[in-house]
């Protein structure tokens, strides 16, 4: 019976501000891994998940939730702003990303956004 893997991943390693950062996306039936690393692990687990209220703009808003390591308000806009547009595409299907950066500034997100489209699975 040949027909789609339950599981897909790609991978990409990109230069965000200067520092290599590896980025694997991984598609399950239900949610989609994203991990971005400049540290060669994975740090900081963040989960996103649409919630049935939509915004006044008519997008699902994600509601963050950090399931590992330390819960700052700066890796909640941090996540927000890079993976977002994946839930989106992906048909508002939760998120989880684990993020392990030197530094979270919206430069890094612009470059990082684009090799997480490389690496869609969506």
Same mark, same amino acid.
């Not at 692990?41 to 963040?46: A, Q, R, S």
């Not at 996103?48 to 699902?60: F, M, N, Y």
């Given at each position: 019976m040949e027909g789609k893997p339950l599981v897909t991943s790609k991978q990409k390693t990109a230069v965000a501000c200067g520092v290599p950062t590896q980025v694997v996306s991984t598609? %399950?039936?239900r949610h989609i891994l994203v991990v971005v690393t400049q540290l060669g692990?994975?740090? #900081?687990?963040?989960s996103?998940?649409?919630?049935?209220? #939509?915004?006044?703009?008519?997008?699902?808003v994600l509601t963050t939730k950090v399931?590992?390591?330390?819960?700052e308000p700066l890796v909640h806009v941090f996540a927000?702003?890079?993976? *977002? %547009?994946?839930?989106?595409e992906a048909g508002n299907r939760a998120i989880l990303l684990a993020l392990a950066m030197r530094d979270k500034n919206m430069k890094v997100v612009k470059a990082l956004?684009? *090799?997480i489209q490389t690496c869609q699975v969506w």
């Open positions: 598609g %399950f039936s692990k994975m740090g #900081t687990l963040v996103l998940e649409p919630s049935s209220v #939509t915004s006044d703009i008519g997008k699902p399931l590992l390591r330390k819960d927000k702003n890079l993976v *977002a %547009f994946v839930s989106q956004k684009e *090799a």
